[in-house]
């Protein structure tokens, strides 16, 4: 299958930091309420002066979801509410609001089972798989109650300037970033760090940068391109993995989904086998929460 020449990600998620900084002091000053009034004033704005994020939206409610036209105008608005949603929950959080959100977690007990040593009695390291759909960031403070540290493994790009207002002007992160650079071999050393001291280390699985190993999935229907990453990493040091995706409901309440994949320990796991369960988790998760699938480019680019 040869690549099209459509749209790619870059790198770099959208933003600025006036818009992110008006948000904050919003949150802070005049609370959540008036936070979300003013989003659904600044919505319009961004559907029509990001048009490659509109664009890619438009292809994905009318060629994956096959929408009809009106819904899928529908379907645009409300994806760009839904993403500042939870823009401004990641800020709320940040300042220590989380008392103000409700969460509920499906397939804790796994979670609970699986990652504990029974020798030393306490959670073992592990690799969590996520990915652009929901807000990951609200249900890392969960992380917490393992007393273990969480990595989350970044793009260089990604780490902008609208990453530094909110970290600026909240509370402190809960988690520590470890940048994927070009020499891969630097990266791996610093995850399999981490993974050693016993700590957590998330990807995002449904990204990749031009030049990096890939694989070609069915996914919605589709061809789509994913990293092979995590997968590699997972089988190459032998340590658990989970999926988990953290979905926003209404009424300021989050819905965290752990899948455990369950492997006996010290054994090499097949990390193609491990990426197609990831890639099946999140189409389930993309059915059922199509709004809040938040890879604004052409993600389907593959000719069939």
């Known amino acids: 299958m040869a690549e099209t020449a459509k749209q790619k990600w870059n790198g770099q998620s959208r933003g600025g930091t006036f818009g992110t900084w008006c948000f904050v002091m919003l949150v802070r000053h005049a609370g959540l309420g008036a936070a979300y009034a003013l989003l659904a004033l600044v919505v319009p704005y961004f559907v029509v002066f990001a048009p490659r994020a509109t664009r890619a939206t438009w292809r994905f409610c ?5 929408l009809g036209v009106w819904r899928s105008v529908v379907e645009i608005f409300g994806t760009y509410y839904a993403f500042g949603q939870c823009i401004i929950d990641k800020i709320a959080i940040g300042q220590g609001l989380s008392a103000q959100y409700h969460y509920e977690i499906e397939g804790e007990e796994e979670i609970d089972g699986l990652f504990v040593d029974g020798d030393k009695g306490e959670c073992v390291a592990a690799i969590f798989v996520g990915g652009h759909i929901g807000s990951w960031e ?9 007393g273990k540290r969480m990595n989350v493994t970044i793009f260089n790009n990604e780490h902008e300037e609208i990453e530094s207002v909110i970290e600026r002007e909240s509370q402190g992160r809960s988690f520590n970033l470890i940048p994927l650079k ?9 995850i399999k760090g981490a993974l050693d001291r016993g ?7 449904d990204r990749y940068m031009t030049g990096s190993p890939t694989r070609v999935l069915d996914f919605m229907g589709h061809k789509a391109r994913f990293t092979n ?38 054994r090499r796991a097949d990390a193609k086998a491990l990426q197609s369960a990831f890639v099946e988790q999140l189409e389930r998760m993309v059915l059922r929460y199509p709004r809040q699938w938040f890879n604004f480019y052409d993600y389907f680019d593959i000719e069939n």
Do not use: H, Q, T
């Not at 700590?199 to 699985?205: P, Q, R, S, T």
């Open 62 to 66: 009318r060629r994956i979801r096959g």
């Open 138 to 146: 609200c249900g890392a403070p969960f992380f917490a109650r393992f």
């Open 182 to 190: 070009r020499d891969w071999l630097e990266s791996i050393m610093e």
């Open 199 to 205: 700590e957590f280390v998330c990807f995002m699985g």
């Open 229 to 266: 990453g995590p997968f590699d990493v997972c089988s190459a040091l032998r340590v658990p993995m989970a999926f988990f995706f953290v979905m926003r409901e209404s009424g300021r309440r989050y819905r965290i989904f752990f899948k455990v994949l369950k492997n006996e320990s010290g």
